[in-house]
């Protein structure tokens, strides 16, 4: 193969017409992606195109997917180290071509070692301005929201990065459908009051205020991910939450217990199955709570609570919780959304919703959103 020997490199910062998507620091020397969906997009006019990435892990590779013109062309992951991958080569050079960069695989709270960055391009021609989308959404969820389980046979059951997909998601579904930009802040196993397993630090709003702010471990300070969020530059029309998932499944696992402190923490059931009412009322008011907390960063955006794809246990203190905000606040713009469940013929990797199951909600979804963007 010869060289190409027109290609170009040039730094993200020395880009004019480039396009980033999802929250970041704003940095753009080398630009860190944290969450599921980010993404960076060009529209490129030439015939090859380079990214020079920079990756770590210490047990959880992160993985991207490209996108040209609206269409997955490529999903592959990414080892350590620091190197150069090819987007395309040998197409045609006076065409235009949309190109988005996008991380597959959700922030992993669980490995303070996994960064995934963005260093330069190589490229044989020129960049053009990428067009602002009408609509904004952002979505906040668990593992459901990180696409977990739409990769994957069925019998598939190992807990790694490959069967996580930020493209065959209802969040890329449901923005595609209404051609709108979106972001996704995500955790699988999170909740709105605990995670699945009862641990009370796992829950989305203590973090919702922080760039990245549920990873751990002295190189993401470094890199940005504790600072706080912009919202002043980018606001959504939309916030759509789809936590309770796992908030319900605490109730079936056994107590948590601080290993430093000795603390335990429980969801309890009566001896009838049933909620205990104490418990059920403090995820009633951390629904309330986070309700409050989006709107106080959101001041215009319409709050949907979705929630649904795997049951609904937690559907009527969802209702419980949402209503009792409406009344104390008397905010207008909130509603919830029940989304469609997962069945046998739709299931994914993991016991978890598939493909199928995605495509089904996003159509829902956007459905129900598209009323409401109307009104924007």
């Not at 620091?82 to 922030?107: H, S, T």
């Not at 995934?116 to 952002?138: M, N, R, S, T, W």
């Not at 009370?200 to 993401?220: F, I, M, R, T």
Request: charged share 20%; with cysteine; proline share 5%.
């Amino acid at each position: 193969m010869q060289p190409n020997k027109n290609l170009k490199q040039q730094g993200l910062s020395d880009i004019e017409h480039l396009k980033v998507h999802g929250r970041t620091t704003g940095s753009l020397s080398p630009l860190t992606l944290f969450w599921t969906g980010s993404a960076v997009e060009f529209n490129a006019r030439g015939s090859e195109l380079w990214i020079e990435f920079e990756v770590d892990y210490e047990v959880y590779e992160p993985w991207i997917g490209i996108v040209i013109n609206g269409a997955a062309v490529s999903r592959q992951m990414l080892v350590a180290g620091r190197y150069w991958v090819c987007v395309f080569r040998g197409m045609n050079p006076d065409a235009v071509k949309n190109v988005r960069i996008v991380k597959e695989l959700q922030a992993m709270s669980g490995d303070p070692g996994c960064t995934l960055q963005i260093h330069a391009v190589k490229f044989d021609g020129e960049f053009l301005p990428v067009e602002d989308k009408p609509y904004k959404l952002e979505f906040i969820g668990d593992s459901i929201t990180s696409g977990e389980g739409t990769v994957g046979a069925k019998a598939e059951e190992d807990w790694i990065p490959m069967w996580f997909s930020a493209l065959d998601n209802y969040t890329a579904m449901t923005a595609d459908a209404l051609n709108a930009e979106y972001r996704v802040i995500s955790q699988s196993g999170w909740g709105v009051l605990t995670g699945w397993d009862n641990n009370p630090n796992c829950n989305l709003p203590d973090h919702y205020e922080q760039v990245c702010g549920l990873l751990a471990g002295p190189k993401n300070e470094a890199l940005g991910a504790f600072q706080a969020n912009d919202f002043d530059a980018w606001q959504p029309d939309a916030v759509i939450i789809n936590l309770g998932t796992n908030d319900g499944g605490a109730f079936q696992s056994p107590e948590w217990r601080d290993a430093v402190t000795g603390e335990t923490r429980k969801q309890r059931l009566l001896e009838d199955g049933t909620y205990h009412e104490e418990d059920l009322k403090s995820f009633e008011q951390a629904v309330s709570g986070f309700l409050a907390k989006l709107r106080t960063y959101n001041k215009q955006a319409h709050l949907v609570w979705a929630y649904g794809m795997l049951g609904i246990p937690m559907l009527p203190a969802i209702y419980r919780g949402v209503d009792a905000y409406v009344r104390e606040t008397g905010d207008k713009r909130v509603s919830v959304f029940q989304l469609p469940n997962m069945t046998e013929e739709t299931v994914g990797s993991r016991s978890h919703p598939g493909v199928e199951a995605h495509h089904k909600a996003a159509k829902e979804l956007s459905g129900y959103l598209q009323e409401i963007l109307r009104q924007v």
